[in-house]
C-alpha cells in the first residue's frame, strides 16, 4: 500500500476509534511478527506494512476527536506501541518520531505549526528527526548550521540517530543560526538536498533507519521553522512522553521473549536427559523459568502503562502545580524505564534457558531480543534514571529538564 492509498484509506473512513485501530491493525500486526527475525537477517524493511499501519491512523490515537484523532489516553497509546514492539521492536522504534509529533499536537493547543502537522497525521504522514550528531563535541551540542536568506533558511549539516528516515514523509532537525539561536524546522524528505543514508550500524535494533541524514544547502522556509526555546512550559519535562516511548518498546522485546519462550517449549523443546517429566512443558524447571519470563514482561507493561496515566494526568495543569506533577511524573517515567530495560534483558536472556543448545540455532533469530533490547536501552542509561529517582525521593531534587527525563 503506498502512501497515498494509506491516506485516501483513513480519509474515507468513519470517525476512528482506539479499538476500531487495534482491530484494523491486529492482521498487520501479526504478518509483522511472523516475518519479523527473517526480515531483521535480510535486511528487510517492512515498508508495505509500515504504511497500512499509517492507513488505519496510529499516530491519531491520542489525539482528541475534535481534532480528528481517536481520542486515546497517554495510556492508550502505550499500550499500542507495546503491542506494535511485540510484533517488531523495530517498527516501534521507526514510528517513535511520528508519535512523538502526534503526542506534542495533543498536549498544546498553542504549539507552533500545530494545525500544519495535524493535517498532515490526518493524511497519514510519517515524520522522523532527530537532533543527535557526530561532532565531536559536547552531549547535545549541534554543528548543524542555518544561514539567514529571503523568507527562510540555507542547512547545512550532518545528523545521526534519524529514527525512521527511509519510511518518512517529514524530517525535522535542529540548526543553529548566524546569532547562536537554535532553529527547529520540519521539511519534506524530498526536499533537495536531504539524504538519508542507511548507515546504521549498531548490534541491535538495525532495521529502525537509524542512519545518518545528509543537509546539503537545504531550503527550509519561515513557515517551517521556530526558533527554539522562546517559551518556557510551566512543565519543563517535555521528553518524558519521548522517554516513555522508548521504556514501551522494551516492554513489547519482553512480551515479544515470553512468546516465542511458549512457542518454542510447546512446539520444538525436549526434556533434558534427567528430567522427570516426558514433554518440556512438564518441566518444573522449565516451567519455573517461562514464569520468571512472564512476570519481567507483566512488570515491564505495568509500569509503562502506570507512568502513562500520570503523564495524562498532567494535562491541563498550569502554573505550580503543573511544575510540580511534571516533576513526579517524570521520575515516574524515569522508573518506569529502569524497570523495563531491566525486565527486558532478563526476558530476552532467560529464553534461551527453556531449550538446550537447538534453542541458539542462528535461523531462529532469538539472540535478537536482547539485542534489540541492549540497542534500545544504551539511548539513555538506565543508572542515570535511578539515581535521578534517588535525589528526588530522598532530598525532592527535580529531575533535569535535558528531554532525557
Known amino acids: ?18 479499538a476500531g485501530i487495534r482491530a484494523g491493525i491486529h492482521p498487520i500486526l501479526q504478518r509483522l511478527a511472523a516475518t519479523a527475525n527473517d526480515r531483521e537477517q535480510a535486511r528487510d524493511y517492512a515498508f508495505d506494512e509500515v504504511q497500512e499501519l499509517a492507513g ?29 514492539a511485540r510484533a517488531d521492536s523495530n517498527v516501534a522504534q521507526a514510528l517513535r518520531t511520528t508519535f512523538l ?21 490526518r493524511r497519514c504522514a510519517l515524520f522522523a528527526g532527530t537532533s543527535n550528531e557526530r561532532s565531536g563535541g559536547a552531549s547535545g551540542s549541534v554543528a548543524t548550521t542555518a544561514r539567514r536568506v ?38 519534506p524528505t524530498d526536499r533537495a538536498g536531504v539524504e538519508h543514508l542507511d548507515d546504521f550500524d549498531a548490534v541491535g535494533q538495525r532495521l529502525t533507519q537509524s ?8 531550503r527550509v522556509f519561515d513557515d517551517e521553522a521556530v526558533v527554539a526555546g ?18 514501551a518498546v522494551q516492554a513489547g522485546i519482553a512480551a515479544r521473549a515470553l512468546d516465542d519462550a511458549v512457542w518454542f517449549v510447546r512446539e520444538k523443546a525436549r526434556p533434558i536427559k534427567h528430567s522427570s517429566a516426558d514433554r518440556s512443558v512438564d518441566d518444573p524447571y522449565v516451567r519455573q523459568t517461562v514464569g520468571q519470563i512472564a512476570a519481567h514482561a507483566q512488570a515491564a507493561k505495568a509500569v509503562v502503562l502506570l507512568a502513562a496515566e500520570e503523564l495524562h494526568a498532567i ?29 527486558a534483558l532478563s526476558a530476552a536472556q532467560l529464553l534461551f534457558d527453556v531449550g538446550g543448545g537447538s534453542i541458539t540455532d542462528h535461523h531462529l533469530g532469538f539472540d535478537r531480543h536482547w539485542r534489540n533490547a541492549r540497542t534500545a536501552a544504551n ?24 528531554g532525557l527525563f
Open 1 to 18: 500500500m503506498t502512501l497515498t492509498e494509506a491516506s485516501t484509506r483513513a480519509d474515507a473512513a468513519a470517525p476512528i476509534t482506539v
Open 56 to 84: 488505519y491512523g496510529i499516530a491519531l490515537t491520542g489525539i482528541a476527536v475534535s481534532d480528528g484523532g481517536a481520542g486515546g489516553t497517554v495510556r492508550d497509546v502505550a499500550d499500542l506501541i507495546i503491542a506494535i
Open 101 to 121: 509529533v502526534a503526542e506534542q499536537i495533543a498536549r498544546h493547543e498553542d504549539l507552533p505549526l500545530r494545525e500544519v502537522n495535524l493535517d498532515r497525521l
Open 150 to 187: 529571503a523568507d527562510g533558511y540555507i542547512v547545512n549539516g550532518r545528523k545521526y540517530y534519524s529514527t525512521g528516515g527511509l519510511y518518512a514523509s517529514y524530517f525535522s532537525a535542529q540548526a543553529i543560526d548566524e546569532n547562536g539561536r537554535a532553529i527547529r524546522f520540519t521539511v
Open 211 to 218: 542512519g545518518t541524514t545528509e543537509l546539503r544547502n537545504v
Open 230 to 247: 522562546e517559551h518556557v512550559p510551566d512543565n519543563p519535562w517535555t521528553g518524558s512522553f519521548a522517554q516513555l516511548y522508548l521504556a
Open 315 to 343: 494535562r491541563g495543569l498550569t502554573g505550580a502545580t503543573a511544575r510540580a506533577a511534571g516533576a513526579q511524573a517524570s521520575v515516574s517515567v524515569a522508573q518506569a524505564g529502569v524497570v523495563a530495560i531491566e525486565s
Open 379 to 402: 539511548h539513555n542509561p538506565r543508572q542515570w534514571k535511578a539515581s535521578v529517582a534517588g535525589a528526588y525521593h530522598l532530598t525532592g531534587e527535580d529531575p533535569p529538564t535535558t
